[in-house]
């Protein structure tokens, strides 16, 4: 069964700094996977959505990269600011289409 | 505006008390689902939805009942509530039916307490 895992949990950083967030999963068979920012009492905001046959995406001041042979992807974010916390999650869905998600990365950019 | 809504975005019962949640979509999407969040857990899908009048069992679908029988509406039905059903729900939806295949759109969330 997939599993999706999220290093770290907990992310506590000034503002400016540029930030990786990790997502590993245990079955390369994916179609695709998508990042997502959940901010507290709100739904999930799709961030990215890298499809099996890419290797990244970019919107902004975020990118995504996917590595489906090492089953591992990261999102990366330039000069993070305050506005930018929040709980990451990625998820990734393959022949099943039924999603599995990480259990997230909480981020905190401090002024 | 684009948007998913769900209703009530916050709900107390009893256990036994059957009670349907609601979601509807303005965008015209074709897929939407049913999550619950619970901490430590992540999100898990309940139902899925292809078409209307297609649907199908997520990861965890056991005390759970869904329909849809118009392309807009994905009401989440708990005809015996438990305890062990509280939680934060979340409805979503895509364009495109299958998975993450597109980009998914949630709602702002229901949370359920059953006492």
């Known amino acids: 069964k997939q599993e999706v895992t999220q290093i770290p949990a907990a992310l506590s950083v000034p503002e400016g700094e540029n930030l990786v967030l990790n997502c590993s999963f245990t079955?390369?068979?994916?179609?695709?996977l998508q990042w997502f920012r959940q901010d507290p009492g709100k739904g999930l905001t799709s961030l990215l959505l890298?499809?099996?046959?890419?290797r990244e995406q970019t919107s902004g001041r975020l990118n995504a990269s996917l590595d489906k042979s090492s089953g591992r992807s990261t999102l990366y974010i330039a000069a993070s600011q305050p506005g930018d916390s929040a709980t990451y999650l990625c998820?990734?869905?393959?022949?099943?289409?039924?999603?599995?998600f990480g259990r997230g990365t909480s981020l905190i950019v401090h002024p | 505006e684009a948007q998913v809504t769900q209703n009530p975005r916050y709900l107390i019962t009893v256990t036994g008390k059957k009670l349907t949640v609601t979601c509807s979509q303005n965008m015209n999407h074709e897929y939407m689902s049913w999550y619950r969040q619970d901490p430590g857990l992540g999100l898990r899908q309940i139902y899925y939805s292809m078409n209307v009048e297609v649907t199908d069992k997520g990861d965890v679908p056991e005390g759970y009942k869904v329909s849809r029988k118009e392309k807009r509406n994905f009401p989440l039905i708990l005809e015996s509530p438990s305890p062990n059903q509280t939680s934060l729900y979340f409805c979503?939806?895509?364009?495109?039916?299958?998975?993450?295949?597109?980009?998914?759109?949630f709602g702002p969330g229901t949370r359920l307490t059953v006492l």
């Open positions: 890298i499809q099996s046959s890419q």
């Open positions: 979503a939806s895509s364009l495109k039916a299958g998975g993450l295949t597109d980009t998914q759109y």
């Open positions: 998820a990734v869905s393959g022949g099943s289409y039924i999603p599995t």
């Open positions: 079955d390369s068979a994916i179609y695709n």
